[in-house]
T-cell receptor, first 119, second 118 residues
Framework: DTEVTQTPKHLVMGMTNKKSLKCEQHMGHRAMYWYKQKAKKPPELMFVYSYEKLSINESVPSRFSPECPNSSLLNLHLHALQPEDSALYLC??????????????????FGPGTRLTVL | DQQVKQNSPSLSVQEGRISILNCDYTNSMFDYFLWYKKYPAEGPTFLISISSIKDKNEDGRFTVFLNKSAKHLSLHIVPSQPGDSAVYFCAASGDYLVARNQGGKLIFGQGTELSVKP
């Protein structure tokens, strides 16, 4: 199994709603990532989990709350979002977070994304 | 400060010809580079990578060239096919990011939209 799955594919929510995005991988990867992508822009890193511990938070507002229940699962909890948070949310995974200089441990494999619309 | 730049937002190529996508970087401490392909409303798909100890890596129709002195890499697609039409992102990472506790961080370019015409 060489894929990263994300649910739901599409999500429409109001500014007062609470919802969650889910991501799953069964490649034995120990690093998982959340990215946000706006149209015609590159993916923008939000969070990195390494061995189920949060290792990078790119100064993301607290209305986004990540969770890594186990090594295969990554959630992103959403609360009180703004319309400008509408974007494609991408999950990715890699074997490790560090580059050893020998192998491509940092090749990140992306899921298909969740298209989020905040009304 | 954009550390990874793709100066051509778009490129149009005839089917069967070569597509050359370019990427420049400013940080000489990057030591691993990746190319991703992205269709609309889908996640990026990993294509090919190269470490700084090499100057070329080939995988089927895709070849990546790295010129460290010029801080430049390019992706060659030969022959180009209509199904190659997508946005291509180059990305960079490095040990120095690990040292700064930023392990796992990829720095992406802005992307180049490739259109291959039949």
């Amino acid at each position: 199994d060489t894929e990263v799955t994300q649910t739901p594919k599409h999500l429409v929510m109001g500014m007062t709603n609470k919802k969650s995005l889910k991501c799953e991988q069964h490649m034995g990867h120990r690093a998982m990532y959340w990215y946000k992508q706006k149209a015609k822009k590159p993916p923008e890193l939000m969070f990195v989990y390494s061995y189920e511990k949060l290792s990078i938070n790119e100064s993301v507002p607290s209305r986004f709350s990540p969770e890594c229940p186990n090594s295969s699962l990554l959630n992103l909890h959403l609360h009180a979002l703004q319309p400008e948070d509408s974007a494609l949310y991408l999950c990715a995974s890699s074997q490790e977070t560090g580059f050893t200089g020998v192998a491509s441990y940092n090749e990140q494999f992306f899921g298909p994304g969740t298209r989020l619309t905040v009304l | 400060d954009q550390q990874v730049k793709q100066n051509s937002p778009s490129l149009s190529v005839q089917e069967g010809r070569i597509s050359i996508l370019n990427c420049d970087y400013t940080n000489s401490m990057f030591d691993y580079f990746l190319w991703y392909k992205k269709y609309p409303a889908e996640g990026p798909t990993f294509l090919i990578s190269i470490s700084s100890i090499k100057d070329k890596n080939e995988d089927g129709r895709f070849t990546v060239f790295l010129n460290k002195s010029a801080k430049h890499l390019s992706l060659h697609i030969v022959p180009s096919q209509p199904g190659d039409s997508a946005v291509y992102f180059c990305a960079a990472s490095g040990d120095y990011l690990v040292a700064r506790n930023q392990g796992g961080k990829l720095i992406f370019g802005q992307g180049t939209e490739l259109s291959v015409k039949p």
